[in-house]
């Protein structure tokens, strides 16, 4: 009898093995390989162009160089050039400075007259974007005041911060035409500081927000942002009534899905965007979101699209092997959500097939298993029972191989000895009898 069970178990192995080393189209995966490669050499470039033009203005600035600087942008506020031309920007490079640096050619009344023509500035734009870029200026700059140990000076800077946090709630500011995307990400990431640390409480965080949605040509990834801050705020225990924040996600949730709905995303486009993704240097869960949001919106188009669609979620599980994505928890968990969501039970076979493979790759992945197996044990039983049909004729490839192999997955983990498995997957006692000789090691398991 042990024979018997051992030379089944080797059998049903090679099933698993046959399945997981064919399941993924390696020609495609190679273009996608060499693809992603060559957006991590350009990548690779521009960081290398940005830290070389970083250096040059900012690392080997001299004391005279530092000065010159701040004589421009003293300058152009005095004669009403500054939001015409590039001083902003420059204070901005000067502020990352080191502390010991900066603060041996600045005095204290240099900073405060920086922090005066600072105020004067804010008070003259009508932009949005400048008061950003200022309210960056004077975080960097409070670093380098209260080294100083001066608190009348780190009082004034404060000061300024919250005037022009007051100014974003209640000036009506111009839209806004030339600012980028990546731009008004940053302003979602500093408001979200700015709750954190308490420097702005939940409503201001909202009406700011809500103004530079109207102020802007929103982007879909830009509402996305948006709405997991909000998560992470909701996610903290010292905010109380958040009642309202929870309103707001929900219209921002609507937005997305309306958005989504009559989005044209091509699969080209959906393809650029994981290319973009994985060749990263960091993984923000944000860019993964509204990738998997995208693809679950892409692959209801169209049968095609939809099996592009998971061959796209098996190159990711693929290239997890390289760069441990789904070592991040929410990823993780939102990728896994995406795969049971795309799950139809009117899919074509071909579709449900690639289901199938995706789904026990996951299984037999490490993080998934620990993580995620109860789920994608549920996933495969509900593809399965969809394929036993009485109109459609069952065979090796397209049923009866993946049972082979589920016995095994069931067999080969003690937590699961689910009993019925055979009755939730037939449909008459003939139906059942054909399964059950393909559930031996299984019922093997059961009987002790």
């Given at each position: 009898?042990?024979?018997?069970?051992?030379?089944?178990?080797?059998?049903?192995?090679?099933?698993?093995?046959?399945?997981?080393?064919?399941?993924?189209?390696?020609?495609?995966?190679?273009?996608?390989?060499?693809?992603?490669?060559?957006?991590?050499?350009?990548?690779?470039?521009?960081?290398?162009?940005?830290?070389?033009?970083e250096r040059i203005n900012c690392d080997d600035l001299s004391s005279h160089d530092i000065l010159n600087i701040l004589e421009n942008f003293i300058y152009s506020v005095q004669y009403?050039?500054?939001?015409?031309?590039?001083?902003?920007?420059?204070?901005?490079?000067?502020?990352?400075?080191?502390?010991?640096?900066?603060?041996?050619?600045?005095?204290?009344?240099?900073?405060?007259?920086?922090?005066?023509?600072?105020?004067?500035?804010?008070?003259?734009?009508?932009?949005?974007?400048?008061?950003?870029?200022?309210?960056?200026?004077?975080?960097?700059?409070?670093?380098?005041?209260?080294?100083?140990?001066?608190?009348?000076?780190?009082?004034?800077?404060?000061?300024?911060?919250?005037?022009?946090?007051?100014?974003?709630?209640?000036?009506?500011?111009?839209?806004?035409?030339?600012?980028?995307?990546?731009?008004?990400?940053?302003?979602?990431?500093?408001?979200?500081?700015?709750?954190?640390?308490?420097?702005?409480?939940?409503?201001?965080?909202?009406?700011?927000?809500?103004?530079?949605?109207?102020?802007?040509?929103?982007?879909?990834?830009?509402?996305?942002?948006?709405?997991?801050?909000?998560?992470?705020?909701?996610?903290?225990?010292?905010?109380?009534?958040?009642?309202?924040?929870?309103?707001?996600?929900?219209?921002?949730?609507?937005?997305?899905?309306?958005?989504?709905?009559?989005?044209?995303?091509?699969?080209?486009?959906?393809?650029?965007?994981?290319?973009?993704?994985?060749?990263?240097?960091?993984?923000?869960?944000?860019?993964?979101?509204?990738?998997?949001?995208?693809?679950?919106?892409?692959?209801?188009?169209?049968?095609?699209?939809?099996?592009?669609?998971?061959?796209?979620?098996?190159?990711?599980?693929?290239?997890?092997?390289?760069?441990?994505?789904?070592?991040?928890?929410?990823?993780?968990?939102?990728?896994?959500?995406?795969?049971?969501?795309?799950?139809?039970?009117?899919?074509?076979?071909?579709?449900?097939?690639?289901?199938?493979?995706?789904?026990?790759?996951?299984?037999?992945?490490?993080?998934?298993?620990?993580?995620?197996?109860?789920?994608?044990?549920?996933?495969?039983?509900?593809?399965?029972?969809?394929?036993?049909?009485?109109?459609?004729?069952?065979?090796?490839?397209?049923?009866?191989?993946?049972?082979?192999?589920?016995?095994?997955?069931?067999?080969?983990?003690?937590?699961?000895?689910?009993?019925?498995?055979?009755?939730?997957?037939?449909?008459?006692?003939?139906?059942?009898?054909?399964?059950?000789?393909?559930?031996?090691?299984?019922?093997?398991?059961?009987?002790?």
């Amino acid at each position: 009898m042990n024979y018997n069970i051992e030379t089944l178990t080797s059998k049903k192995y090679l099933i698993i093995k046959n399945i997981l080393n064919n399941s993924f189209d390696k020609k495609i995966f190679n273009k996608l390989d060499t693809l992603v490669l060559s957006k991590c050499f350009d990548n690779a470039y521009e960081y290398s162009i940005m830290e070389n033009i970083e250096r040059i203005n900012c690392d080997d600035l001299s004391s005279h160089d530092i000065l010159n600087i701040l004589e421009n942008f003293i300058y152009s506020v005095q004669y009403k050039t500054i939001l015409n031309g590039r001083e902003l920007f420059e204070l901005v490079k000067l502020s990352l400075l080191p502390t010991k640096k900066l603060n041996k050619v600045i005095s204290s009344d240099l900073y405060l007259k920086i922090a005066s023509y600072l105020k004067y500035v804010s008070h003259e734009t009508k932009l949005i974007s400048f008061d950003f870029l200022i309210l960056r200026i004077v975080d960097n700059f409070l670093l380098k005041v209260n080294n100083i140990n001066n608190k009348n000076l780190s009082e004034f800077y404060l000061a300024l911060k919250n005037s022009i946090y007051e100014k974003m709630i209640s000036f009506s500011y111009i839209n806004e035409i030339k600012e980028k995307e990546a731009t008004m990400l940053c302003w979602v990431d500093m408001l979200l500081s700015a709750v954190i640390k308490k420097e702005i409480d939940i409503s201001s965080f909202i009406l700011i927000t809500k103004k530079i949605l109207i102020i802007t040509q929103n982007s879909l990834y830009l509402l996305w942002k948006l709405a997991n801050s909000i998560n992470y705020i909701l996610s903290q225990n010292d905010f109380l009534d958040l009642s309202s924040l929870k309103e707001y996600k929900k219209i921002l949730e609507k937005q997305i899905e309306n958005r989504y709905t009559y989005a044209n995303i091509s699969t080209n486009e959906l393809q650029n965007i994981m290319i973009n993704l994985l060749a990263n240097q960091n993984i923000v869960k944000d860019d993964y979101y509204y990738f998997f949001d995208a693809l679950s919106s892409i692959a209801t188009q169209s049968e095609k699209n939809k099996f592009f669609c998971i061959q796209l979620c098996e190159y990711i599980v693929y290239y997890n092997n390289k760069k441990r994505i789904f070592s991040y928890r929410f990823i993780r968990k939102y990728f896994i959500d995406i795969i049971l969501k795309l799950f139809n039970k009117n899919d074509i076979i071909q579709i449900k097939i690639k289901e199938l493979n995706l789904l026990i790759n996951l299984w037999f992945n490490d993080i998934f298993f620990c993580f995620e197996k109860k789920r994608i044990l549920q996933g495969i039983l509900n593809i399965l029972k969809s394929i036993n049909s009485k109109t459609f004729k069952l065979n090796h490839n397209n049923f009866y191989k993946y049972c082979e192999a589920l016995d095994y997955m069931l067999a080969s983990d003690s937590d699961y000895n689910i009993t019925d498995i055979i009755d939730f997957l037939a449909f008459d006692n003939g139906n059942k009898s054909r399964i059950s000789k393909h559930f031996k090691l299984h019922q093997s398991i059961s009987s002790f």
